[in-house]
């Protein structure tokens, strides 16, 4: 089965969490390349609604742009999105970039806590995968993700790096993902320290935001104008999160330690840092 000409032709497939996000926005920087700002998950939770709906996803790419893609990070650790991703786009070129399952994690409980989807310490979802999201847990383990997507896809068709990286070397990590897709780099040096989704962004009070979640798209435009961020400015505040104990730290870097040593196995990559105890960080 052959995918129709808008399909994407490469996919950031995750890892969730590990600030895909500025990846995407340093490609949509590029003029060659069209990809939707909203993440589908076609491939993953939403493949129920068919092919017409993704669709929608591309309609408004302009005229003549080179090369189409998209962002779903949740694809990484789906058990099917492998698998169907490979049936109709068996040369699709993808992207994953990784962050210290740690940190991942903990990252997955502060997205949940400041929506107010949990409201317990970290020690209740990250000590075990008996709690009511182990994806919290599981979403980390790369190399157990990772191994089905090799059985699909040739090596040379799926490019990994680390989180860490971005902040180090992003020049050369925007150059080594456009080379990756096949496309002439573009590379904005303002823009690069700009972060997405960062959970240290200063935000509305819960309340405030569950009420105004059905306006979310009517205010999108009036998002930057100097009265509209006035305003914002004066209510946001930046979120105190539950911290993470060295103890529990140290409790997950064991728990993926072997998923860790399988990985650079697989991937030849040195994941070094992510092995130093949490007494050793502090």
């Known amino acids: 089965m052959m995918a129709p000409e808008w399909y994407p032709r490469f996919i950031v497939i995750g890892a969730v969490k590990a600030a895909t996000t500025w990846i995407q926005a340093r490609l949509q920087d590029n003029p060659a390349i069209f990809m939707p700002r909203a993440e589908p998950h076609y491939f993953s939770s939403e493949f129920e609604r068919g092919e017409d709906w993704y669709r929608t996803f591309f309609e408004n790419r302009p005229q003549g742009v080179q090369m189409i893609g998209e962002k779903s990070a949740d694809y990484l650790a789906h058990p099917l999105a492998a698998e169907r991703i ?4 068996p040369q699709a070129r993808l992207v994953l970039q990784l962050r210290n399952p740690v940190d991942r994690a903990y990252s997955d409980y502060k997205m949940f806590y400041r929506r107010g989807t949990v409201n317990g310490e970290p020690e209740e979802y990250l000590r075990s995968l008996d709690n009511p999201f182990p994806r919290f ?11 089905r997507w090799y059985d699909l896809f040739p090596r040379e068709q799926i490019l990994v790096y680390l989180y860490e990286d971005v902040t180090l070397q992003p020049q050369r ?3 080594a993902v456009s080379e990756h897709i096949g496309v002439p780099p573009v590379f904005r040096p303002e823009l690069a320290g700009e972060r997405e ?6 935000m509305l009070p819960l309340p405030l935001r569950k009420a105004l979640a059905p306006l979310k798209e009517t205010v999108r435009p009036l998002r930057g104008k100097p009265v509209f961020e006035n305003v914002r400015a004066l209510l946001a505040r ?13 409790q997950l870097r064991d728990f993926y ?4 040593e399988t990985l650079e196995a697989i991937c030849g990559l040195d994941l070094s840092r992510w092995k130093i105890p949490a007494r050793s960080t502090a």
């Open 137 to 147: 847990l599981q979403d980390g383990l790369y190399a157990r993700h990772l191994a």
């Open 257 to 260: 330690a072997r998923d860790i």
């Open 173 to 175: 990590i925007v150059q």
């Open 238 to 250: 930046e979120i105190a999160y539950p911290p993470l104990a060295p103890s529990l730290r140290e």
């Open 197 to 202: 989704n960062s959970s240290r962004t200063a």
């Open 86 to 89: 490979a049936r109709v786009m």
